[in-house]
């Protein structure tokens, strides 16, 4: 029952977004009174944190390291860029249903652009420590690095968001994908360089 519950904020959450969800939404898709929901859930809230934690898990594993086949540090960046597109893209409405939600209960998971962020959002920690081990990169001062995780996370973030609205083919999509993960992989070269050169 309780993944009946869970299944059915799913399918809320993809045709009307997260503000659709309701506990009585809910009670009338399962075909049960809404006291059998309260019996498994507080409230909504936990419904919603439940549903995020879901969405978290997923980007946090398509964002592993060790996913990528390329072992360098190069490689496995340019392959946990594309795999976050990619899955957000894959998760459609939903994804973008979850990300761009003001709600606080919402935002207490999706925020990431707060200093500080890499303590509170492991997403944008496991960047961080990918970028740490890039060439020139193990000078640059905390504070610098978490931006240039945001700044990253931001652009595939766009990126994703467009391509689940505007439904490109798939060869324009892949084109683009791979393309961002390049121009990360160039932007952060030259960020390391100049780093180089200001600590001359």
Not at 137 to 159: C, H, K, M, N, R
Request: charge should be negative.
């Amino acid at each position: 029952m309780r993944e009946k519950i869970l299944a059915s904020a799913r399918e809320i959450v993809k045709s009307n977004g997260v503000d659709g969800i309701s506990i009585r939404k809910i009670a009338n898709i399962i075909e049960y009174s809404p006291a059998i929901i309260y019996h498994y859930f507080k409230n909504k809230e936990e419904i919603i944190e439940i549903l995020i934690e879901e969405s978290y898990r997923e980007i946090l594993h398509a964002l592993s390291p060790m996913k990528s086949r390329d072992k360098t540090v190069e490689g496995m960046l340019r392959e946990s860029s594309r795999n976050f597109i990619t899955l957000a893209v894959q998760m459609g409405d939903s994804y973008k249903s979850m990300m761009l939600n003001d709600s606080p209960t919402v935002l207490s998971h999706t925020s990431v652009l707060q200093q500080g962020a890499a303590s509170e959002r492991p997403a944008i920690a496991l960047l961080c420590k990918t970028l740490r081990e890039f060439p020139g990169f193990s000078e640059i001062d905390d504070t610098q690095v978490e931006l240039t995780a945001q700044i990253i996370w931001s652009a595939a973030f766009g990126l994703a968001l467009r391509l689940i609205v505007e439904h490109v083919d798939e060869a324009q999509k892949q084109r683009l994908i791979n393309h961002t993960a390049d121009f990360v992989l160039h932007a952060m070269k030259s960020l390391a360089e100049q780093n180089r050169e200001d600590r001359k």
